[in-house]
Structures are given as C-alpha cells and as structure tokens.
C-alpha cells in the first residue's frame, strides 16, 4: 500500500506534467520549467516514500520471525 510521501509524489509529478504541457502549448518558459521541477521534486518524494515503506515492510518481517 502507498504511502503518504509516495500519493503526494505521484501527486507532483502530474502536477509538474501538467505545468510542463500547458507551458509549451502557451510558449510560457519559466511554466515550463516550473513543471520540470515540479515533476523532479515528486521522483525524488515518491523515491523517499518508496523507501519508507521497503524499510518498514523489512523491520515488519523480522519483527514476525523474531515473534514465532
């Protein structure tokens, strides 16, 4: 299941494609840029969220065998 870090990631991202797309289609550079970075800055949260949730599942685990 999705995290918080990785919903608002993916959130970003399109919120950046969005930006980038209405900036090309108006010739707006600084929009478009802004989508770029909007995009890159919801990569890196949703690689955060990722990694969040891989390092709780793995304590989750040995948790489990610990407890058997």
């Keep these: 299941m999705w995290n918080k870090d990785e919903v608002q990631g993916k959130a970003d991202q399109l919120k950046g ?13 600084q929009l478009r840029d802004e989508g770029e970075v ?7 949260e949703e690689a955060v969220g990722k990694g ?16 058997r």
């Design 17 to 29: 494609k969005i930006k980038e797309s209405v900036g090309r289609a108006t010739d707006d550079e």
């Design 38 to 44: 909007d995009k890159a800055a919801g990569r890196a």
């Design 52 to 67: 969040r949730r891989k390092v709780g599942e793995a304590i989750k685990d040995v948790a489990d065998k610990i407890g």
